[in-house]
């Protein structure tokens, strides 16, 4: 009897929730990429995105299917060839890999990825607080701003995600305001049955007080009817834990500098 083992190219999306994200990401990547005229290379076993950003999550790669089903060698040198040598690039496993620093790979960790199930509503957002949808190019450059001076994100302003082509209906973000002045963000890319949540900052000066997590609510129910994930840091992951979503399994991921 065969079972299948649930990475195969032609497996439907949905098989399993990490599948759904994975596939999430790399269409996500590779969306923005192509939007603002980037490039993108996409086989079977990984998908590499080039916006030509000089944020390096921008320039990501995402492998498809675990590495003890492939050729990794030959799969590792093929992404690093989608990259010019002077770009700095992420690769993004959802599985553990082998050393990779014969590659020229640095190891970034083994961050936490997270699920919320659909249902539910958010709670009240934190008094003084207001949360604006993105709709076009001038709010968006308040968002990417706030992103850059709070996260911080040095050079957002001129990743692909400062660029209004990606409102495109399955990218939703949201800026939380204060008084008039932008003090957080977060967004969800709505892909593969799934609300992809990214782009979480708060401003130092407004941390403590909800605004990020409630921010996060936004996006986490950007599609309600969606569950929702998001990949973690080690800190954030209470917060997290607190609006319900759980925690799964550990990534890995690698970073290549420029050469």
């Not at 799934?194 to 997590?213: K, L, Q, Y």
């Amino acid at each position: 009897m065969h079972l299948t083992h649930g990475w195969e190219p032609d497996l439907e999306p949905d098989d399993s929730l990490l599948r759904r994200f994975v596939l999430a990401t790399a269409d996500r990547s590779e969306a923005m990429a192509l939007l603002v005229g980037g490039r993108s290379v996409r086989t079977e076993t990984f998908c590499a995105a080039d916006p030509g950003s000089p944020v390096i999550f921008d320039n990501a790669a995402v492998l498809l299917q675990p590495p003890t089903y492939i050729d990794l060698a030959a799969t590792i040198q093929a992404v690093i060839a989608a990259y010019p040598a002077d770009r700095h690039f992420v690769l993004l496993s959802a599985f553990p890999t082998p050393d990779l620093v014969p590659f020229g790979l640095e190891l970034m960790g083994h961050p936490p990825f997270m699920l919320r199930p659909p249902g539910g509503e958010a709670p009240a957002v934190p008094e003084g607080l207001e949360i604006r949808e993105v709709v076009d190019q001038e709010g968006l450059d308040v968002f990417v701003r706030t992103i850059v001076e709070a996260y911080p994100m040095p050079g957002g302003e001129r990743s692909a995600l400062a660029d209004a082509a990606v409102l495109d209906g399955s990218i939703r973000l949201f800026t939380g305001f204060v008084n008039d002045e932008p003090v957080a963000t977060a967004g969800a890319r709505i892909a593969h049955g799934v609300n992809d949540v990214e782009w979480v900052s708060t401003r130092a000066t407004h941390r403590r007080r909800g605004i990020g997590a409630a921010l996060t609510w936004a996006a986490t129910l950007a599609a309600p009817d969606l569950p929702a994930v998001l990949i973690a840091s080690d800190d954030g992951q209470g917060v997290y834990e607190a609006m319900g979503y759980l925690r799964l399994v550990r990534l890995t991921m690698w970073h290549r500098p420029p050469t």
